[in-house]
C-alpha cells in the first residue's frame, strides 16, 4: 500500500491537475478584464476557444505519455527507477511531444525541482495570477494570449494529497529515502513543503496558429 501511495504522488510529478473550466468572451465588448502586474489578460472571442482547447489537449497528451512511461518503469525497477525516470527521460519525452504538437511545452514553477523549470517573469506573473484565485476560493480558468499568429497558453498545476509524496514536507510527507534520492539528484530543489490546494507551477506552452489548424 505504501508503495502504491508512492507511486500515485510521483506521478504527480509529471503534474497534479489542470483548471477544471474556461471561459470565452469577445474582445470587441471585454467586461471582465484582470491585470497582472503590467500584463492585461482578457477573456478570448468564442471563435478562440480552438486554441484554447488546443493548448489543454498538448498538456494533457504530453502528461498522460510521461505518465505512461513512469509507470512502465516503476512496474519494472520500483521507485528509486521512477525517479531517475523523471531525472533523464522527462525533458526528452516533453521535447518529443513538442515536435509532434509542433510546440513549444514546458512546466514551469517559482519554486522548481529543476532549474530548467524556473519560470520566467511573464511566467510568474501567471502564477501570482492563480494564486491568488485558489487563495481566494475564487474560479479560475486557462488562459490564451495571441500575438501575431502565436498563441501562448497557461494552465496551473495544483497539488493535492497524492502530491504531498513527493512535493510536502519532508518526514511528514515525504518517505526519508526519498528525500535523500531526491536532494541527490537535485542538489537545488526547492519543490517541497506544499500543502493541499496549492499552484506548484504552471503549463506554459507556445505555438503558432498556422502549424496548429
Not at 516503476?74 to 525533458?91: D, H, M, P, R
Not at 510546440?103 to 519560470?119: G, H
Not at 493535492?160 to 514536507?169: D, F, K, P, S, T
Request: overall charge neutral.
Amino acid at each position: 500500500m505504501k508503495h502504491f501511495t508512492l507511486l500515485l504522488g510521483l506521478l504527480f510529478l509529471i503534474g497534479c491537475k489542470e483548471s477544471p473550466k474556461n471561459k470565452q468572451e469577445s474582445l470587441d465588448d471585454v467586461t471582465n478584464e484582470s491585470k497582472i502586474n503590467n500584463t492585461m489578460v482578457v477573456d478570448l472571442k468564442t471563435n478562440d476557444s480552438i486554441l484554447l482547447e488546443k493548448g489543454k489537449k498538448f498538456a494533457q497528451s504530453t502528461q498522460k505519455v510521461l505518465g505512461k512511461n513512469l509507470m512502465t518503469s516503476l512496474q519494472k525497477s520500483g521507485t528509486i527507477s521512477a525517479v531517475e525516470f523523471c531525472n533523464e527521460k522527462a525533458y526528452p519525452l516533453t521535447d518529443s511531444m513538442a515536435l509532434v504538437h509542433h510546440a513549444k511545452i514546458r512546466r514551469v514553477s517559482d519554486k522548481p525541482r529543476n532549474i530548467n523549470n524556473q519560470a520566467n517573469q511573464k511566467e510568474l506573473e501567471y502564477i501570482e495570477f492563480f494564486k491568488t484565485k485558489i487563495n481566494n476560493n475564487e474560479p479560475y480558468e486557462a488562459i490564451i494570449s495571441n500575438e501575431e499568429g502565436t498563441t501562448n497558453f497557461f494552465s496551473p498545476i495544483i497539488t493535492n494529497a497524492m502530491c504531498l509524496n513527493c512535493h510536502g514536507v519532508p518526514e511528514i510527507n515525504i518517505d526519508p529515502k526519498v528525500t535523500q534520492l531526491l536532494n541527490n539528484k537535485y542538489p537545488n530543489d526547492q519543490a517541497v513543503g506544499y500543502t493541499k490546494n496549492e499552484v506548484r507551477g504552471i503549463w506554459s506552452i507556445t505555438f503558432n496558429n498556422e502549424l496548429n489548424k
